[in-house]
């Protein structure tokens, strides 16, 4: 049973445009994720926002932008989206630095 | 150094045999090694982890090794089914300063033929 809520689950948008997906953890954890997995399966971690500290990948292009309202809500807009974008973007929490990541179901972008 | 190295990235075994999963690190601080398995159009889910103060550790029919010495670990998976088909993730988690950060392998296909 997943803690972790994202929504859409697909979302089909033309080059260019801005998109924004959306994440609950109902877990009570400190600590949010979004990771990107494209077509070749590879997990690639592109904020971390703890105690609203936001740590981000140096290689994440900046037109990905994290929003949080809280610790539970950790949104991701993406501002004119280009074909390389198309993947599954998942979102997870963790309580601390050595337990469980908890995964959602991932949103899955698909940029024609 | 921020790497973890997962090998083989395909694995396919017969029904009822093991399989083996391979991964190294860089930080020799990391201290805490997560596996998670990714069914088709599902999410990863952490199926065992080790910390640095264990060497091995069983649940069931997954076996996790850690040599903290030769920095690496791996999962055995014993008896395999067609259900432990999936993609499996290592991952080890490294100190930055006051933030930690968990370092992905890129990822094992496990096919389990029946």
């Known amino acids: 049973e997943t803690a972790v809520f994202q929504t859409p689950n697909y979302h089909v948008t033309q080059v260019g445009n801005e998109v924004s997906f959306n994440c609950k953890q109902t877990l009570g954890h400190d600590t949010m994720y979004w990771y990107k997995q494209d077509s070749k399966k590879l997990l690639k971690i592109m904020f971390s926002y703890n105690n609203k500290q936001l740590i981000v990948n140096e290689t994440v292009p900046r037109r990905f932008s994290p929003q949080s309202s809280d610790k539970a809500h950790l949104n991701l807009r993406i501002k004119s989206v280009e074909p390389e974008d198309s993947a599954v973007y998942l979102c997870a929490s963790s309580r601390g630095r050595y337990t469980e990541v908890f995964f959602g179901k991932g949103t899955r972008l698909t940029v024609v | 150094g921020e790497q973890v190295e997962q090998l083989p990235s395909i694995l396919r075994v017969q029904e009822g045999s093991s399989a083996s999963i391979n991964c190294s690190y860089e930080?020799?601080?990391?201290?805490?090694f997560p596996w998670y398995k990714q069914e088709p159009g599902e999410n990863p889910k952490l199926i065992i982890d080790i910390r640095s103060n264990m060497e091995r550790k069983q649940i069931q029919e997954l076996i996790v090794l850690l040599d903290k010495k030769a920095k690496r670990f791996s999962l055995h998976i014993t008896d395999t089914q067609p259900g432990d088909s999936a993609m499996y993730f290592c991952?080890?988690?490294?100190?930055?300063?006051?933030?930690?950060?968990?370092?992905w392998g890129l990822g094992t296909s496990l096919v389990v033929n029946p």
């Open positions: 930080d020799s601080a990391s201290n805490y």
């Open positions: 991952a080890a988690r490294s100190n930055v300063g006051d933030n930690s950060k968990l370092i």
